[in-house]
C-alpha cells in the first residue's frame, strides 16, 4: 500500500516529492515507490453559494434576506475542478492506504485539507505534517515526527467556525447594503471594522484646530536649558506668558539644582513575527504589507531561506537552540560575516527574551533556516527583507545597547528649566544595525534632547544666562496611518490574523474605500459614506476582538462550535433588519462628467489594474472604457503636440486639450480638414512653375478622390 501526501501548492509538493523519493511526474501529482504526492492549488473546495441553495437566491434582492442555511454545505471549486477531480481520483485509489497532510501548518492550511477530506468522504486513517520550514532537513525531520490527524480537530473547528461566520456576517450585509441604497458596498466582520479605523483617525484630523505655542530655550553659555511646565510639556499656548517668562529670565543668573547620572541598558528587540516584520517593512522599506507577505513567501517557500512566515511568535522553542550556531554560520556571510562570525567562537547567550517555549503558538518567530544563502540569487525586494531577518536574528545574541544618561534641572529666577544629555557607552546590538534607528517611539523634541552633549557640570554650579529665545510652534493634527501604523492598531484590537491583515487591507484599496496616498492611507468619498451606512456593531473593533477571542478558545478546545455559530446567526439578523430600516441614502462620489454613449447614463469612475475605467451604472448596460489618454497618431497644427483619441456621438474625434482644437475621424466623410489642405499647399509651393490657382485645385481634386476610393 503506498501513502498519499496532500501539499497546498504544486512548488511545495515537488519539494516534498524530491525529498522523500517520488520522481515519476504526473500532470496532477507525484508519484514513488512508498508516496504519492499531489497538491490543492490552494482552496480546491469552498462554501456553497445562496444560489445552491435555492436558485432564486442568484438574484440579489433584500427581501430574501437573511440568508442563513442550517447545515452549511461545501462546494467544488469551478476554477479548480480539475484538480478536486484529480485529487478524489487519488484518494480512491485501491493502493492507497493512508493520507498525510501536509498543507500549511496553520488554520486556513487544516481548513482546505479537512474540507478536501470531506468532500470525498475520506474514511481511512490520516496524520499531519507540521513543519515551519522548507528544507530538507526540516522535510525529513517532519516525516520521522508525523502527528495524529485528530490532534488538529480543535484547530480545524476554529478555522470551519471562522469561515462560516465570514460567510453569514459579510454575505449578508454586503448583499443588504447592496440593495438597499443600489451600489456595490462590501461590508465584513474584519473590514468595516478595519475602515471604521481609518475614518477615525480622518475625523479627528478634521476636528483638530491647530493652536500656536512658543517654546522657551535659555543658552546658559555651554548648553541650552528648555522651560517646562508642572505636566513636563515644554509648550507654552499663552503667548502673554511666554513673554513675560523670557523677561524674567533674560540676563539672570542660577544654579544647577539637581544632577542626575544613570546608566541605561536597552536589550535587543525581540525576533521577528509576521505583523512586526511588515511594520518594519512598511516604515524603513517602503513596502505595503501585501508586498511583504508575497516577497517573504518566495524566501519560504523557493529560496527556503527563512522560516514559516505567518507566525504571530516573537520568540523560539527549546528544541531549536542546537540548531542557532548552524543558522548563524550559514548567514555568515557578506556584509553578515563580521557580525556573525565573532558569536560563533563561544556560546550563545539565550535568555527569555530568545527562548520561551510557553510564548510559542503554532509556530515559532520568523528566522534563518540552517539552507545555504547565495545573495546573488535574490532579486532587489527578496534582497531587502533578507537583510531585515537576518540582521533581527544576529541581534538577538548581542548585548544590550549601553549608555550614560545625564539630567540636568537649573534653577533660574525661580523658574525650573531642564536639560538632556546621552553618551553612548557599549552600541551593543545597535552594531548590528550600522547605527541607524530602529526604534520609531521617539518624538523630534525627545531625539533631539538625548542627543545634546552636555559638558562636565555638578551641582550648585552657578550658571547666566546669554539667549533667551521664544521658537514658535504649531499643533499638528494627528497623523494619517501608514499600513505599519493601521497594522499595529489590528494587532492591538484583535483585527485579523498575521496571515490575512494585509489581504483586508488590499480588499479595502480594492473596493475603493481607502487609498495610498504616498505612505499614508485615506479614506475615499465611498469609504466615508460607507461607515456611515453600515451596522453600527461593526464599525468598530471590539465586537471582531471578541469574535478573534472566541475562535481562539475554540481552536484551544476551552469552547464549543456551536453556540459561538448561533450567536452568529442572531447577530447577522439584527444586522440585516438594521439595514432594511434604515432611512440614509448613498450618492456615488465617482460620478464622471461623461454619459454613456449607449444609453446616456452618467457612467462611474472605477480604478482597475490597469488604470481608471468608466462604467455605466445601468442594469441594462454593461459599457465600459478605459479613462487613460489614448493618443491619436495625428498632431496638433498649433501646438504639434499628439491629440487625444476621443469617442463621441457623431463618431471618433481627435482633441488637443490645451489648444482646444478638434478634427473628426470619420472615414467615410469626404471633409478634408484645414491641416490637410495646408500640407498640400506646402507641398504645391515647391512646385513654381505654373500658375499657383489651376494646379492647385486639380491636386485638391485628385486627393478627393483618392479618399473616396
Known amino acids: 500500500m503506498k501513502t498519499l501526501i496532500l501539499a497546498e501548492k504544486p512548488s511545495v509538493a515537488r519539494e516534498i516529492a524530491r525529498v522523500m523519493g517520488s520522481h515519476n511526474k504526473n500532470k496532477s501529482f ?36 437573511p440568508i442563513l442555511p442550517g447545515q452549511m454545505k461545501l462546494k467544488v471549486l469551478r476554477e479548480s475542478s480539475h484538480q478536486f477531480k484529480a485529487v478524489q481520483a487519488l484518494m480512491r485509489r485501491p493502493d492507497i492506504g493512508e493520507l498525510i497532510v501536509a498543507t500549511d501548518a496553520a488554520r486556513e492550511g487544516e481548513l482546505l485539507a479537512r474540507w478536501i477530506i470531506d468532500m470525498v468522504k475520506w474514511k481511512k486513517p490520516f496524520q499531519r505534517l507540521w513543519i515551519s520550514s522548507q528544507t530538507d532537513k526540516a522535510i525529513k525531520e517532519g516525516f520521522a515526527s508525523l502527528k495524529p490527524g485528530s490532534q488538529f480537530d480543535r484547530l480545524f473547528h476554529s478555522a470551519r467556525c471562522r469561515a462560516e461566520a465570514d460567510w453569514m456576517i459579510g454575505l449578508n450585509v454586503t448583499r443588504a447594503l447592496t440593495c438597499k441604497f443600489g451600489s456595490p458596498l462590501s461590508a465584513g466582520r474584519v473590514q468595516t471594522p478595519t475602515l471604521g479605523m481609518i475614518m477615525q483617525r480622518e475625523s479627528d484630523i478634521l476636528a483638530f484646530r ?32 511666554a513673554k513675560e517668562l523670557q523677561e524674567k529670565l533674560a540676563g539672570r543668573t542660577g544654579k544647577i539644582t539637581k544632577l542626575k547620572k544613570s546608566e541605561k541598558s536597552v536589550p535587543h528587540p525581540l525576533a521577528y513575527d509576521l505583523t512586526e516584520l511588515q511594520r518594519d517593512a512598511n516604515r524603513l522599506l517602503g513596502f505595503s504589507a501585501k508586498q511583504t507577505s508575497n516577497v517573504l513567501q518566495k524566501l519560504y517557500e523557493q529560496h ?9 511568535s516573537r520568540y523560539l522553542t527549546s528544541d531549536m537552540t542546537d540548531t542557532l550556531k548552524e543558522r548563524l554560520s550559514n548567514i555568515a556571510i557578506g556584509p553578515y560575516a563580521p557580525l556573525a562570525r565573532p558569536l560563533l567562537r563561544g556560546t550563545l547567550p539565550l535568555s527569555k527574551r530568545i527562548v520561551d517555549d510557553g510564548k510559542v503558538t503554532d509556530h515559532h518567530a520568523i528566522i534563518p533556516t540552517e539552507q545555504a544563502v547565495h545573495l546573488n540569487l535574490l532579486s532587489t525586494e527578496e534582497r531587502r527583507l533578507y537583510d531585515l531577518i537576518v540582521r533581527r536574528f544576529i541581534s538577538l545574541f548581542y548585548a544590550p545597547a549601553r549608555y550614560d544618561q545625564v539630567a540636568v534641572t537649573v534653577n533660574i529666577a525661580g523658574e525650573d528649566l531642564f536639560a538632556k544629555g546621552t553618551t553612548i557607552k557599549d552600541s551593543g546590538w545597535r552594531a548590528v544595525y550600522d547605527g541607524k534607528v530602529m526604534d520609531d517611539d521617539e518624538t ?42 493601521l497594522l499595529t492598531q489590528m494587532e492591538k484590537h484583535g483585527l485579523g490574523t498575521p496571515a490575512t491583515r494585509a489581504d483586508i487591507i488590499e480588499k479595502l484599496v480594492g473596493s475603493d474605500t481607502i487609498e495610498r496616498q504616498s505612505n499614508l492611507l485615506h479614506p475615499t468619498g465611498k469609504g466615508k459614506q460607507l461607515i456611515q451606512l453600515a451596522p453600527t456593531e461593526l464599525r468598530t473593533p471590539e465586537l471582531t476582538a471578541r469574535w478573534e477571542a472566541e475562535l481562539e478558545r475554540i481552536a484551544r478546545g476551552q469552547g464549543k ?73 495625428r498632431r496638433c497644427p498649433q501646438c504639434h503636440k499628439k491629440m487625444e483619441l476621443k469617442d463621441g456621438k457623431a463618431g471618433k474625434y481627435v482633441q488637443c486639450l490645451p489648444c482646444g482644437i478638434t478634427e473628426m475621424m470619420n472615414k467615410d466623410s469626404t471633409h478634408m480638414n484645414k491641416r490637410e489642405q495646408q500640407r498640400l499647399v506646402s507641398q504645391y509651393a515647391k512646385k513654381q512653375e505654373e500658375p499657383l490657382g489651376s494646379n492647385l485645385g486639380e491636386l485638391l481634386r485628385a486627393a478627393m478622390e483618392k479618399k473616396k476610393d
Request: proline residues 6%; contains cysteine.
Open 30 to 65: 507525484i508519484e514513488g515507490p512508498k508516496y504519492v504526492v499531489t497538491w490543492a492549488l490552494g482552496h480546491l473546495v469552498g462554501l456553497a453559494e445562496p444560489e445552491d441553495y435555492d436558485a432564486k437566491l442568484g438574484t440579489w434582492a433584500l427581501e430574501d434576506l
Open 210 to 241: 491647530s493652536e500656536e505655542y512658543g517654546v522657551l530655550r535659555v543658552n546658559v553659555g555651554t548648553f541650552e536649558v528648555i522651560w517646562r511646565g508642572p505636566n513636563g510639556d515644554s509648550r507654552i499656548f499663552d503667548a502673554a506668558k
Open 304 to 312: 527556503k531561506l527563512v522560516t514559516y512566515p505567518r507566525t504571530d
Open 444 to 485: 523630534d523634541e525627545d531625539a533631539e534632547e538625548s542627543t545634546a552633549v552636555l559638558p562636565e557640570l555638578r551641582e550648585g554650579e552657578s550658571l547666566t544666562v546669554k539667549q533667551c529665545r521664544i521658537q514658535s510652534g504649531r499643533t499638528s493634527p494627528p497623523k494619517r496611518y501608514t499600513e505599519a501604523a
Open 561 to 633: 462550535p456551536e453556540p459561538f455559530l448561533n450567536g452568529i446567526r442572531e447577530m447577522a439578523q439584527g444586522l440585516v433588519s438594521g439595514v432594511k430600516k434604515s432611512e440614509a441614502s448613498y450618492v456615488p462620489h465617482n460620478v464622471s462628467g461623461s454619459h454613456c454613449p449607449e444609453c446616456g447614463t452618467r457612467m462611474l469612475e472605477k480604478k482597475s489594474k490597469r488604470g481608471t475605467m468608466l462604467v455605466c451604472p445601468s442594469e441594462d448596460c454593461d459599457y465600459r472604457r478605459s479613462d487613460q489618454k489614448q493618443l491619436s497618431g
